[in-house]
């Protein structure tokens, strides 16, 4: 609603950004900046005073609409119409004639789609698990630790890389020379200094996969370790000082008091990491294009959609992606229906 | 018993995170192994992105013909990388300073927007008792998963034939939000539906009605929570390359940094021994946010979430 | 609105040491009052138009980008269009974006005529304007005007061109050896067989690099159109482009097997980087570089590859580095080259689209940006001698050469489904070793939309 209006008005100030004029685009910049902000305060800030000073019949449901209607408009306009849409698309080819499962069979029947659907499964297995044991174990290592701060910005730090500059970081990892050469890539390098082989980790499938897993690990585990941490830090001490009374080694203590009171977290954790992988293509896209029997759905939508204008495939695919995603979304609802409960 | 606990360390948000508690009590449950296990993580995550750092100093025949370690060997450094990056190549490059510039203008209202609707939407789907809220957030919460590649079409359209805005920075904020209000309300929700329900009754009792609620007792039981979400959606807005693309028109007036050191590469990946230089350029600014707020991760994200 | 003593200076600079440049009248007398001293004579043509803003979109980024500006500096000061380039790598991908969503730039350089088609058939192309079809009437071939035209209406102008099928080599070496440039097919695989001779753990006679991110597989597909080209002639390659000639065909295997008989040799592959399988994950970019170091002697690419020389190596026939078109199978069949070339459609109606169109397809606009170096065109108004490097000048003389048959590069014209796709993943899996010959040839086929 009101929200909509706001950028419509900034809009005319951006075609007059000088070119060439650095200074002056610089200001013209801040100006819209400034403005944007201000005009989001203000709207937003409006909306909430007025549902605050709402008569008092129906000011229950004016303040809900206030406060969810914003971004519900948002959501409905950007994402709700656009997944109809392409769950419409899914049963159309390219010239838009509804074609009922034509594109799914197509899917299923295509030994190259087969496999990506088979590697998007890897992923999934692999990504959220490792990340998230990996970030648990690192957070729980360095807890309360002499430089944890700077132990933590560093497995931080990828989670600050774009995929793209990713990308470029693991090719001077993979990198393949033959025998015989200078080796560029670390990987090989450390293979030939143990007197072994070089290899093409990005080429002989099916191990090339995990060598493209690692990478997305390595991006995410940042993220668990992060919120783990927190998680951590949020465990009640006499809780753990009564299992260490109790006679409880570290171990124990980790397992019978710190995972269930984290468990919320890990929850989370494990969903947004999910859910991240299943979007991903990047990675993938940069690294072998999808050669080398590693494309993952993602991937394949964009190649189909953008590449080849077959829209139809392409958003069958999306499709696809969503299916797997709701048995995560169907265990989060049951966690958060037995949290009412407690509550 | 816990939760109260947890609150009270919430409800005064404690920079240093060691509540006074934690500090008495400073038990380590780690060992000598762990402690050699974490800084083995720690190593062979920063291998890598070290590796690129010694390459982004390097001539671009060294970087092709031999491993970042020979550096040790055989020392040369130049600046000459991060000179083309900044200052060569015409017309163009003159305008990083844009382009940075862009990308800031960006990146701000598109952390900040999605957090503030995020939280009034996460504060009703976990306080406010209405028909339908638990399939509503359902709903949200499945929306992450509608890839941003099909969205962005519809939402184009939308831009250029309805609001007439596409290839401004008001575009790219919106865009940003939408995209990123799933998983922040999801994430935000998780945080605020953790408060005791005590404390909402107490001040319910007292005769606040929502909007007071939420000003002066969820917003600032949040702060951890905002601002640690806050981060993470302005580094995924900083390193996106496929919004910008769309919605930002791709000129100087408008574009973000990534979008330019992606044409930095060339046609057909020429003068790729600029990369390094580049992403390590791209790379300084969400570095700077992480440390200056990282004191919030500390006592952050989830601490209120301790039940199961 | 516009800093013109900025863009004045930064033109000067970039185009300082290119010499022979029609555009130094101007450069040198940088003035901040305007446009007096300009001469506008060349451009009154397009008349004059009040703030009126055009955007070129396209996938050239880079230094080329800036030189594509640049070539249009005048055009914008003479008839105050201001022309908005728009250069961005996903550009391809984008358009489809863009132009469903009703966003479309007014313009774009679009790379390959596949893509054009595609367009076409969509609906978001719109005809050029008779002051383009004039242009391309005078200055192109028929063949030209031909890969713009669809279903008989013309569309778009070409731009720039690239000619493919260029072997380099080190002329220091070939003297030093005692090699000769090799006139036909089997002069070559002779040579290349006197070469291995010299293998060592490094040395091989050639070197390939299929590397090119999601577009890997492309040099490939170079190769074998070169041999198609040769060993069943244009009018067989012609059928081929159309679809009528399939893949799993007596002469598109025989090209195959042309190609294969060196790039899958492990005797003949791959110079500096190691084996046959190394060919895929070395990029196009590196492909050639060995021959500089001395760990292989040949080289297949197009003449954009020159840019991929490291700076101070020079190309010259008595140069570092030097290079010959891909020689015949039958030494009586006539010369004939394959190559590339960019296309400007129109997406939105306007007189300063049209203008801006217009210019991009005359004889001007060639010079210029020729001139400021790198590129080329097949433009006929164009003055080779205004090129910036031998090789440029050698391929305007081939591209202009009334006796050469033109193929333009059959995977650009392909259905996309096969062109950008099947094809390039088809020979990935032919080096890889992951499919034989056969198994490629009826995979491509299956693909066809």
């Known amino acids: 609603m009101s929200m909509m209006m706001m950028p419509g008005m900034l809009a005319g100030a951006v075609p007059f950004a000088a070119r060439g004029d650095f200074w002056g685009a610089l200001w013209e910049k801040f100006g819209v900046f400034a403005i944007g902000l201000v005009a989001f305060i203000a709207v937003v800030g409006l909306v909430l005073f007025l549902a605050d000073r709402a008569p008092k019949r129906g000011r229950d449901f004016l303040q809900l609409l206030a406060f969810v209607a914003p971004a519900m408009i948002l959501l409905a306009v950007g994402l709700i119409y656009p997944a109809v849409r392409t769950t419409y698309l899914a049963f159309t080819n390219r010239t838009g004639e509804f074609i009922g499962i034509d594109n799914f069979v197509w899917m299923f029947t295509q030994p190259d789609i087969v496999t990506t659907l088979g590697n998007t499964l890897l992923w999934v297995a692999l990504v959220p698990t490792i990340s998230t044991v990996v970030g648990l174990a690192y957070a729980v290592f360095i807890d309360k630790s002499r430089g944890e701060k700077v132990l933590k910005s560093l497995v931080f730090m990828p989670m600050a890389i774009s995929f793209v500059g990713a990308g470029i970081i693991w090719r001077f990892v993979y990198e393949y020379r033959a025998t015989g050469f200078e080796q560029i890539g670390l990987l090989n390098q450390v293979l030939v200094w143990l007197g072994l082989e070089p290899q093409q980790f990005l080429i002989n499938s099916p191990w090339n996969n995990l060598f493209l897993i690692i990478v997305m690990v390595w991006i995410q585990t940042g993220f668990a370790m992060v919120l783990l941490s927190a998680a951590i830090k949020g465990v009640p001490i006499e809780r753990l000082e009564a299992a260490r009374l109790d006679g409880a080694n570290a171990w124990q203590q980790f397992t019978n008091v710190t995972i269930p009171e984290i468990r919320g977290s890990l929850v989370v954790v494990v969903t947004t990491i999910t859910i991240a992988t299943l979007k991903v293509f990047d990675i993938v896209r940069t690294m072998t294009g999808g050669n080398f029997d590693t494309s993952v759905i993602a991937n394949e939508m964009y190649t189909q959609a953008f590449n080849r204008g077959e829209f139809g495939q392409g958003s069958a695919l999306a499709l696809v992606l969503f299916i797997m995603v709701l048995p995560i979304v169907i265990y989060n609802v049951r966690v958060m229906r037995k949290q009412k409960e407690i509550r | 018993m816990s939760g109260v606990a947890a609150t009270a360390g919430v409800a005064k948000p404690n920079p240093e995170g060691n509540g006074p508690k934690l500090k008495r009590v400073k038990q380590r449950l780690t060992s000598r192994g762990a402690t050699a296990a974490a800084i083995l993580i720690a190593v062979v995550w920063t291998i890598p992105t070290f590796g690129l750092f010694v390459n982004s100093f390097r001539p671009a025949d060294d970087i092709r013909t031999s491993g970042w370690w020979n550096i040790f060997v055989n020392p040369q450094f130049s600046l000459e990388n991060y000179g083309d990056v900044l200052f060569s190549g015409g017309a163009s490059s003159a305008n990083l300073g844009s382009y940075f510039i862009n990308s800031i203008v960006v990146a701000i209202p598109s952390a900040l927007f999605p957090i503030v609707l995020a939280s009034m939407a996460a504060y009703a789907f976990a306080w406010i008792k209405f028909p339908g809220s638990n399939a509503v957030f359902v709903l949200v919460f499945a929306l992450q998963i509608v890839p941003l590649q099909m969205a962005l079409i519809p939402l184009l359209q939308i831009f250029s034939q309805v609001l007439g805005i596409s290839g401004t920075f008001p575009a790219v904020w919106i865009a940003h939000t939408i995209f990123g209000l799933p998983l922040c309300i999801f994430l935000l929700h998780n945080f605020i539906s953790e408060i005791p329900a005590d404390v909402i009754e107490a001040a319910r009792v007292d005769g606040a009605n929502h909007t007071q609620m939420f000003f002066r007792i969820i917003l600032p039981l949040s702060v951890p929570a905002l601002a640690s979400i806050g981060i993470f959606q302005f580094l995924w807005v900083w390193n996106d390359l496929l919004v910008a693309l769309v919605f930002s028109g791709g000129t100087v007036d408008v574009a973000p940094l990534t979008q330019r050191l992606a044409e930095l590469v060339g046609n057909f990946g020429r003068n790729t021994q600029l990369l390094p230089a580049g992403a390590f350029l791209a790379l300084i600014v969400p570095l700077i946010v992480f440390f200056s707020l990282q004191r919030y991760f500390v006592r952050g994200l989830l601490a209120g979430s301790t039940k199961g | ?449």
């Open chain 3, 1 to 449: 609105m516009r800093s013109l003593t900025k863009r004045r200076l930064l033109a000067t600079v970039s185009a300082a040491g290119i010499a022979g440049l029609a555009l130094a009248g101007c450069t040198t007398t940088t003035d901040s009052g305007g446009t007096g001293d300009l001469d506008c004579s060349a451009y009154e043509q397009y008349g004059t138009f009040d703030g009126e803003t055009v955007e070129l979109y396209t996938t050239i980024q880079g230094v080329e980008l800036d030189q594509l500006v640049e070539s249009m500096f005048d055009f914008e000061d003479c008839t105050g269009i201001t022309v908005d380039t728009v250069g961005t790598q996903e550009a391809e991908t984008q358009i489809n974006v863009r132009a469903a969503a009703g966003d479309a730039p007014e313009l774009m350089i679009i790379p390959q005529p596949g893509l054009l088609q595609r367009l076409v058939e969509d609906g978001y192309v719109l005809p050029a304007a008779s002051t383009v079809e004039d242009n391309v009437d005078e200055f192109w071939s028929e063949s030209w005007k031909g890969y713009g035209t669809i279903d008989g209406t013309f569309y778009a102008a070409p731009l720039m061109a690239s000619v493919k099928g260029w072997i380099w080599y080190s002329p220091a070496e070939f003297e030093a050896n005692g090699y000769e440039v090799p006139t036909t097919w089997d002069d070559m695989m002779a040579l290349t067989e006197t070469m291995s001779g010299n293998n060592t753990a490094t040395y091989k006679p050639w070197c390939v690099g299929f590397g090119s991110g999601d577009a890997t597989g492309w040099p490939g597909t170079d190769w074998v159109e070169d041999a198609v080209l040769r060993t069943a002639g244009p009018e067989a390659y012609d059928q081929w482009v159309a679809g009528e000639l399939k893949f799993d065909s007596p002469e598109i295997r025989e090209a195959f097997d042309l190609v294969g008989d060196i790039i899958l040799n492990p005797d003949y592959v791959n110079g500096g980087f190691g084996g046959v399988e190394s060919i895929v994950s070395t990029t196009f970019n590196d492909g050639g570089l060995p021959i500089l170091d001395g760990n292989c002697s040949l080289h297949h690419q197009a003449s954009f590859y020159e840019a991929q020389w490291p700076e101070g190596t020079t190309v010259a026939p008595d140069g570092d580095i030097w290079a010959f078109i891909t020689p015949k199978t039958d030494p009586t069949a006539g010369d004939s080259v394959t190559g590339g070339g960019e296309f400007v459609a129109k997406f939105v109606e306007g007189e300063a689209v049209d203008a801006l169109q217009t210019y991009l397809s005359s004889d001007t606009w060639a010079n210029n940006r020729v001139a400021l170096g790198g590129v080329i065109s097949a433009n006929k108004g164009l003055d080779a001698s205004l090129a910036g490097s031998e090789l440029g000048r050698a391929s305007i003389e081939i591209l202009q050469g009334e006796d050469t048959v033109f193929a333009f590069d059959a995977s650009d014209l392909m259905p996309a489904a096969v062109g950008t796709s099947s094809f390039w993943t088809g020979m990935v899996d032919w080096v890889v070793g992951t499919k034989s010959t056969d198994e490629v040839l009826t995979f491509i086929d299956s693909t066809y939309p």
